[in-house]
């Protein structure tokens, strides 16, 4: 899901009490390394600014928050 800095503003002025918006979810990448369990994956959100950044999470922690490409959430849940 491909969304401009628009669409992204109106997702999160939709949804105040939210301060990200999630843009792409991918499987990590570890190369040579060991896959972690639970494995991670890779999540670029974009903040109330404008601001893209990356986390990696536990999938489990993705999927128990119910993220999905191009919806909202409070960046404090994603670090629970």
Not at 22 to 31: A, N, P, Q, T, V
Request: net charge negative; glycine share 8%; hydrophobic share 35%.
């Amino acid at each position: 899901m491909r969304l401009t800095d628009a669409e992204v503003a109106a997702r999160l002025a939709a949804n105040p009490e939210n301060d990200v918006c999630i843009l792409r979810i991918e499987s990590g990448d570890y190369g040579c390394e060991e896959i972690p369990d639970p494995p991670k994956l890779w999540l670029l959100l974009q903040n109330t600014r404008g601001e893209k950044f990356s986390l990696e999470l536990p999938e489990p922690c993705v999927t128990g928050l119910g993220l999905t490409e191009g919806c909202t959430c409070r960046r404090e849940d994603l670090h629970a």
